[in-house]
């Protein structure tokens, strides 16, 4: 079924006539009759309003299957940096009512979580906004600090707080209950990141022995952990020349240069940070379209050394790259929110 054909059986339904619902909308019985007969089609700033008169939801105006429901879903995901509530209970209501109906249901599981964790990051920068100015306000109330470190990753000082005990349980029960075969190395990845951030170094080392056996592990980044083993230790020579090592290797791989970069860059190294993040990005020249995170890190590094000239350039670069890459717009949430991230900067 065409819009124009569902549009007018929907208005029936709804038992108005053509001239009550361009009433109601603020446009002319004509338009509703042009739009009818799939003359015109109508604005897309107009179909929240619609959707309400008709007593349904955007989506039911255009009749979408499952499958394009659950694709327009992704897609505004992707580029809208914030829902409605409206549409928010839309999509929410639509994937719970999908786990019942479709066979997917890790997709919709995976689905639903990034509907919240959409709303999650909306929700955050509001927090971060408003917390932000209350400090400003006064710096002596301590009420608002640890708003922060909710919303934005802050330093939590209290190791209660900041300890990762929780997650590590968990990845513990994911590989314990992992029945893929062969077995995937992602939850060893998460669960020694995690062990490393927390200085349990023994318990990281044993988890990476266990990864390095399974098939589909990287070889670069069993060297990686053990670099990071070695600092969490307080042994950054050693450190350093697992490393240094490992270019011998691995110098010719992107991941690794650009693992590379990110030790760098945690070891407030810039320069060097810089040099592996610019190789990285480099080496995917063939590989595109590439993912931005070489340059958000780029960015930032020139930001923390006061060269803020270098850091807008750098958001230039990854703006072209998510509009000749990508096929971004400036529309796109990602867009928008690289150039609030140079707006910061000039401010």
């Known amino acids: 079924m065409n819009i124009g054909n569902k549009i007018k059986q929907l208005r029936q339904k709804a038992e108005l006539t053509q001239e009550q619902l361009g009433t109601r909308l603020g446009v002319s019985a004509q338009s509703i009759s042009k739009w009818e007969t799939g003359i015109t089609m109508p604005d897309i700033s107009l179909l929240p309003l619609l959707s309400s008169e008709l007593g349904v939801t955007i989506d039911e105006i255009f009749d979408l299957t499952a499958e ?4 327009r879903i992704e897609r505004r995901l992707d580029i809208e940096a914030e829902f409605s509530d409206g549409v928010f209970d839309e999509y929410k209501s639509f994937l ?5 109906e479709y066979d997917d249901k890790r997709t919709i599981l995976s689905m639903l979580a990034r509907l919240y964790h959409h709303r999650m990051e909306a929700d955050a920068r509001k927090v971060s906004k408003y917390a932000r100015q209350a400090i400003l306000m006064a710096p002596e109330i301590k009420d608002c600090q640890w708003m922060l470190q909710k919303a934005e990753g802050a330093v939590a000082w209290d190791w209660n707080c900041s300890n990762r005990t929780e997650v590590i349980e968990f990845y513990k029960k994911v590989i314990e209950s992992d029945t ?22 023994k318990e990281a080392a044993e988890y990476l022995e266990i990864c390095k056996t399974l098939p589909a592990h990287k070889p670069f980044l069993i060297t990686v952990y053990k670099a990071y083993i070695a600092l969490a230790e307080y042994d950054a020579a050693k ?11 691995f110098g010719d791989d992107s991941g690794f240069l650009f693992e590379k970069a990110q030790y760098h860059a945690r070891k407030c190294e810039y320069g060097m940070a810089i040099e592996y993040y610019e190789r990285s990005w480099k080496a995917e020249e063939d590989r595109k379209p590439r993912f931005t995170d070489a340059l958000h890190s780029i960015a930032t590094i ?3 050394l ?20 990508w096929g971004y717009n400036d529309e796109d949430a990602a867009i928008a929110e690289a150039e609030r991230q140079k707006k910061r900067i000039r401010g």
Do not use: F, W
């Not at 394009?68 to 694709?71: D, E, I």
């Not at 450190?239 to 290797?249: K, R, S, T, V």
């Open 239 to 249: 450190a350093d020349e697992i490393m240094e090592a490992a270019l011998n290797d």
């Open 180 to 201: 893929v075969s062969p077995k995937t190395p992602l939850p060893y990845y998460h669960i020694i990141d995690n062990l490393i951030a927390d200085r349990r170094t």
């Open 302 to 304: 020139y930001e923390i």
């Open 306 to 325: 006061g060269d803020n000239s270098a850091a807008l350039e750098t958001y230039d670069r990854l703006i072209l790259c998510l509009k000749s890459e």
């Open 96 to 100: 719970q009512n999908m786990l019942e």
């Open 68 to 71: 394009q429901k659950l694709q």
